[in-house]
């Protein structure tokens, strides 16, 4: 919305279907997410239990962390927008505070009340009662599953990066094609071995996650030190 209120008419570069495959694919593997995790919940399954936790957790801390940078960002991005008359004074102060109040609702309050309820020990309580069985969540400790499972993400969401040209910033540069879906296959096999190896409380795999994660950290910082971002974007066709 933003970005076609900034940006003329005439500029805007129409997006393709394989640009907008991720975001399909997103929205229906999230849907599937939800009725998997309302049924294991009204089974009372002790596996509903556990990736509930882990993902209202993960879903706060990114929430609280997304409204406190667009509360940062907001008051001059709209102040901007209004003294520039791409919308009237009015509305740019109520749009602030809709998308603020949007935020807060289902990006804190939302998962905040998840967190409280499936963490309660009575809910916990019953969830072992009406299921006795051992499930592969009950394995490892619940920290331990939830980094196993953002690894697993991670290494899932690698792939999508082929819709938009392999482009993968890599210590100074910005890989692309052979090269860039190369090093993508890499890092997938990587993240997919820190995945498995830690839900298995290898040693090996942890030490793996320090040092993957501190060198994606130094290459994203190197690369966007010397590339920018707009750069970026238009190697990945945006």
Known sequence: MIASTVLDNSSATPMSASMMIPGVLFYVLLAVWFIWMGIGSIKARRWARALLVISSWIWLISGISGLIFMLLLMPDMYEQMGKSGQMPQEMA????????????????????????????????????????????????????????????????????IGFYGWVIPFFGVLLSGIAGAGLVLVITLLLGYVAWGTYRLSIKAWWCALLLTIAWAISTIITFSRVSVWDFYEKMNF
């Open 93 to 160: 102060v109520i749009t602030k505070y809709v998308i603020t109040g949007f935020m807060i609702v289902f990006y804190v309050i939302i998962p905040g009340v998840l967190v409280l309820f499936y963490r309660s020990k009575n809910v916990k309580a019953t969830c072992e009662s009406r299921d006795s069985r051992i499930r592969w969540t009950d394995k490892c400790p619940l920290p331990v599953l939830a980094m196993s499972l953002i690894f697993g993400f991670w290494a899932s969401s690698m792939l999508f």
